[in-house]
């Protein structure tokens, strides 16, 4: 056993250097390598049964005198002895609604009595998964069974020994139809060809009701386990061999982690040769070599897709290209040429970039010569058959439900943090903001701007409108006379504190901690220094500043400048439609607070603070902070915006040698939803400084991302390396070999912020790509991401075969971060349809939605009429008169002609797909202009896997129904010259078959699907 744990030790210890970087940087709640959106509970056990997730899903302990004990291995352990009646009940809502289920946990057997069992999870003694250790016998035998009403599967008997730690793991693939054991990290059983789903053994978690017990059975009120336990952790994904292996080396470790990166992940997704051309690339003959320009330090902008020639007809004029990627700007560092290599996957060809380093000329540095209309300027109609369309239907669901919240759930917390009574009715949020979760308030903050969305947007229903700006005023009172408490004494004359800097800790603390329970929470507000507002006390920010990492124990922090910029950006949404001065004031207080605080940390804290996982998440920050900034006209808030600069990823460095600026993909393998909203923020501060790196920062990471890190809807993220769903890919354009996690792909709050990061930078460069990548993610993930008949949502949006969509919150009474952005996005769903320039003279038609456009300014309104995208024409009828430019939008896709006629006469138009063309008349009361843009059926695929492909029609992504989960692609034949022969169907309600296989939008799928095909072109 030493001999083992030497060995152990060394190779940890091998591992660890090589990894040390990551490790530090991304704290403990990557356990194991493992992300922890995979990980739904995890019990210590150390000394009480809190759930140490992020999830809160605490358990209970029964019985007469439950115990933990020292123990040689892994210190503090309970004990549950049969004898006193001891078992741990998890709360029912920690399973259910998930694809697959994993359960691992450490037990050490202190007899060989007759009937033990481990745990016992189902909804009814006909649906459960047990785990029996020794059976009535006393036949020391251990083995776990799946009870279904319509049979079940048991997996191989093996022994477990008594006196001495064992882990156990149990999976449950679904997918893979497969029940597997392991003891101390080596499979002793695999069941294979189970039917089954989930939901036939737990009810979904929303309603909670499952019984879930560790040393206790369904069947019984007694106990049934005699053992020490430690470690117990509930995951959602299959957990693979070298993931348990992982998990229980590291156990032995004594409770000490490591982010074990290097050993090779069991790669069980579909493997290909990688010689064999694949789809178009099969019948690929020659590909261009390129010539690029660029200039002293900037890295070229590399085109992904060069020109190619097909043989066999086939009428395609491009490839893809995969260039390599350079972590620094080394390259271009002077004057001359280099040439750059690219590859076409599957194949030997390559494609040359000579690329010609000169002299740095002007900088480009364009103005922000479009604007964006009043929500309450534009308004949804339903289609042109009466229909309402995907866009009302959503907006309705959130609408709705908004309107019956009380706002008093949203301010529970805040008043919880200061001290003060609830009112009567009042009820604290579940998920990230009950009691003990550091993120607290941060639905809150967007529950400020989804109000002030839905109240600007509500002109269609007097009674909605009132409701919205009643809710709006209330949350500014309660938080204004709370803001104004904070630095100031309680009673005339007792102490206080009014310096953001002098905040001492709590009242009998020693030290600053995040410790939010009901006991422990300190509710000095007084000493808490002038202006502060947030759902907890201001320990987490100054915990941040001495170096505290993300994790849930009281010594660590979730991240306070994420919850800080939802409430702020909030109050100035408010601001911006109702004028309320409280609002402005709180935002100012509480913006001076941080200004003070920050303005003194010398710049390497920033820079390590900013660079800590998850901890220095601080959302936009940025953006908000340079928004108060134009807002004020008050510098200091230009100033604190400027703090919150990533470096590292910005500028590579404290010498700012290259990083985003000068176009180096510095975010590989961070996690996308920190970072996306810096880089909104740092378009922001390019409006408001004029400096242009900061443009180019924004622009640079926009244009990697939608090349090399998108999937097919239009999220991005999802990485199995590093092995976290929530994090970009290791390295640029490889999403096949480094993507599509078993935990998902496409966090929903991701493509949020993409979007608002497209909308900004196209005010700026009117490049038809961007709104290209606009309507995809539009319509085929943020429409997508919302349930039937609620405002239910996704986090993740998986993509691998037979995946299905997971909703959450569908009350509005528990909020993670895409429920809470969720919140912005179906409120707002009509702000990108139209821009105007700033000079008034031209109109942008970005999207083709059934719409309103009250243009105001020229006293002009325009109404679209179409069933768009289930018919491929929309008209546009002017109302008013005056002299002004339409600009019309063409798709990247309408590469089959684009028509427009003015009052019924065919206009002669250049149009180019993925530009924007020009209509310029003096518009008339009544003029009508139609536009046609033929849809067709086409392939899009993952970048490095040809053949692993999405189906579009026009923009809509159609995706395969699947009747039941599956592990292998969905292999699809066409027609290689013309796809749509093989594809039967209605392009009105925008149904088709394949091969018997039913297709439908992505928006319009609820059940399992297929985005991703194999598809074999003949
Ligand atoms: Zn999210």
Redesign the pocket.
């Known amino acids: 056993m030493m001999q083992v744990y030497n060995f152990i030790k060394k190779m940890m210890l091998i591992v660890c250097l090589l990894c040390m970087d990551i490790t530090n940087a991304q704290g403990d709640q990557i356990l194991d390598g493992i992300g922890e959106t995979g990980l739904i509970a995890r019990y210590l056990l150390d000394g009480d049964t809190k759930d140490w997730s992020r999830n809160n899903l605490h358990a209970t302990v029964k019985g007469e005198k439950i115990t933990f004990v020292n123990d040689k291995l892994f210190g503090k352990v309970i004990t549950l002895s049969s004898e006193t009646n001891d078992y741990i009940t998890i709360p029912g809502t920690a399973v259910g609604n998930e694809e697959s289920i994993s359960l691992t946990g450490w037990i050490n057997l202190r007899s060989i009595k007759s009937g033990q069992c481990f745990f016992d999870f189902g909804k009814s003694l006909q649906s459960h998964v047990i785990t029996t250790l020794i059976d009535s016998n006393g036949k020391n035998e251990f083995s776990t069974e799946i009870v279904l009403e319509s049979g079940g599967y048991k997996t191989k008997k093996t022994v477990l020994e008594a006196h001495e730690w064992s882990m156990f793991s149990v999976v449950i693939d679904v997918p893979s139809k497969s029940l597997r054991t392991f003891l101390n990290g080596k499979l002793i059983s695999e069941t294979k060809d189970i039917e089954i789903e989930l939901n036939q053994l737990f009810n979904n978690a929303s309603d909670g009701k499952n019984q879930l017990f560790i040393g206790k059975l369904l069947s019984s009120n007694k106990s049934c386990l005699d053992a020490k336990l430690h470690d117990f952790r509930i995951y959602r994904i299959p957990l693979n061999k070298s993931q348990i292996k992982t998990i229980y080396y590291n156990g032995l470790k004594k409770g000490d982690q490591v982010v074990n990166e290097n050993e090779r992940k069991d790669d069980d997704l579909e493997v290909f040769s990688k010689t064999t051309p694949q789809l178009y690339n099969k019948f690929l003959i020659g590909v261009s070599d390129i010539a690029v320009e660029t200039t002293v330090g900037f890295l070229p902008k590399l085109p992904r897709y060069v020109k190619a020639v097909y043989k066999n007809g086939i009428e395609l004029s491009q490839a893809r290209v995969l260039w390599s990627a350079p972590k620094d700007n080394t390259k271009v560092l002077k004057v001359g040429s280099y040439t750059v290599t690219g590859l076409i996957p599957g194949t030997d060809l390559k494609s040359k970039a000579t690329v010609v380093v000169k002299e740095a000329k002007k900088v480009f540095s364009p103005n922000k010569n479009l604007e964006v209309f009043n929500l309450d300027q534009v308004s949804l109609n339903t289609d042109s058959n009466g229909d309402n369309t995907k866009f009302i239907e959503n907006r309705d669901k959130f609408i709705t439900t908004l309107a019956q919240t009380n706002p008093d759930n949203f301010l529970y917390m805040f008043r919880n943090a200061f001290g003060q009574k609830q009112p009567e009715g009042a009820e604290p949020l579940g998920v990230w903001d009950s009691q003990e979760t550091k993120l607290r308030g941060h639905a809150t903050g967007h529950y400020l701007t989804a109000i002030a969305q839905a109240y600007a947007s509500t002109g269609y229903d007097t009674s909605l409108q009132a409701n919205f700006l009643y809710k709006m005023e209330y949350m500014v009172n309660v938080l204004y006379e709370l803001s104004q408490l904070s630095g100031k004494p309680k009673q005339a004359g007792s102490p206080f504190v009014s310096e953001p800097t002098a905040v001492p800790p709590g009242v009998g603390k020693s030290d600053y901690d995040s410790d939010l329970s009901i006991e422990g929470i300190r509710t000095d507000y007084w000493n808490w220094g002038e202006g502060f507002i947030s759902a907890y006390p201001p320990d987490q920010f100054i915990m941040l500043e001495k170096g505290a990492i993300y994790g849930t124990q009281n010594t660590k922090i979730w991240a306070p400048y994420y919850t800080l910029h939802k409430i702020l950006a909030g109050l100035l949404d408010i601001y911006e439609v109702s004028k309320n001065p409280k609002a402005l004031e709180i935002a100012m207080g509480m913006g001076d607070w941080v200004h003070i605080r920050l303005s003194q940390l010398p710049t390497e804290t920033l820079i390590s603070m900013w660079n800590r996982y998850i901890a220095g998440e601080f959302g936009g920050m940025n953006e908000v902070m340079a928004r108060l900034y134009r807002v004020t006209n008050e510098p200091r808030y230009l100033e604190v915006a400027k703090l919150f600069d990533n470096i590292k990823m910005f500028y590579g460095d404290a010498n700012h040698s290259h990083g985003l600026a000068k176009n180096v993909d510095t975010f590989r393998g961070l996690h996308a939803?920190q970072h996306i909203p810096q880089i909104v923020g740092a378009l922001e501060m390019y409006r408001d400084s004029n400096i242009p790196d900061y443009f180019y920062i924004s622009d640079n990471f926009w244009y990697k991302t939608t090349n090399d890190y998108m999937y097919t809807i239009g999220g991005v993220a999802g990485a199995r390396n590093p092995n976290n769903a929530e994090c970009f890919i290791k390295e640029p354009a490889t999403i096949y070999e480094n993507g599509l996690s078993a935990g998902g792909q496409n966090?929903?709050?991701?493509t949020y912020n993409m979007l608002k990061l497209t909308k900004n930078l196209f005010l700026y460069d009117q490049r038809g790509e961007l709104m290209d990548y606009y309507e995809r993610a539009l319509y085929n993930d943020i429409l997508a991401s919302v349930a039937k008949d609620s405002p239910a949502n996704t986090?993740h949006i998986p993509l691998r075969a037979g995946s299905i969509k997971h909703f959450g919150n569908p009350d509005m009474k528990g909020f993670?971060?895409?429920n809470g952005?969720a919140l912005e996005s179906s409120t707002k769903l009509q702000n990108t349809i139209y821009f105007k320039s700033r000079d008034q003279k031209s109109l942008y038609v970005n999207l083709y939605v059934p719409s309103t456009l009250n243009w105001t300014e020229k006293n002009i309104i325009i109404e679209q009429k179409t069933a768009f995208p289930k018919e491929d024409n929309t008209q546009l009828v002017i109302k008013g008169k005056g002299k002004f430019n339409i600009r019309l939008r063409i798709p990247h896709w309408a590469t089959k002609g684009f028509y427009v006629s003015i009052n019924g006469k065919e206009q002669k138009v250049d149009a180019k797909p993925g530009s924007y063309l020009t209509l310029n008349r003096k518009w008339k009361k009544g003029d009508v202009v139609d536009i046609q843009m033929p849809f067709q059926f086409h392939l899009e695929s993952v970048m490095d896997q040809q053949n692993i492909a999405s189906l579009f029609y026009g923009p809509i992504l159609l995706a395969a129904q699947e009747t039941e989960s599956r592990k292998d692609w969905r292999k699809v034949t066409l027609d290689a010259n013309d796809i749509s022969k093989n594809i039967k169907g209605d392009t009105s309600q925008l149904k088709f078959t394949i091969d018997g296989v039913e297709f439908k939008p992505f928006y319009e799928t609820y059940g399992r699907y297929s985005v991703y095909l194999n598809v074999i072109l003949k």
């Open positions: 939803n966090e929903t709050c991701a986090y993670t971060c895409c952005t």
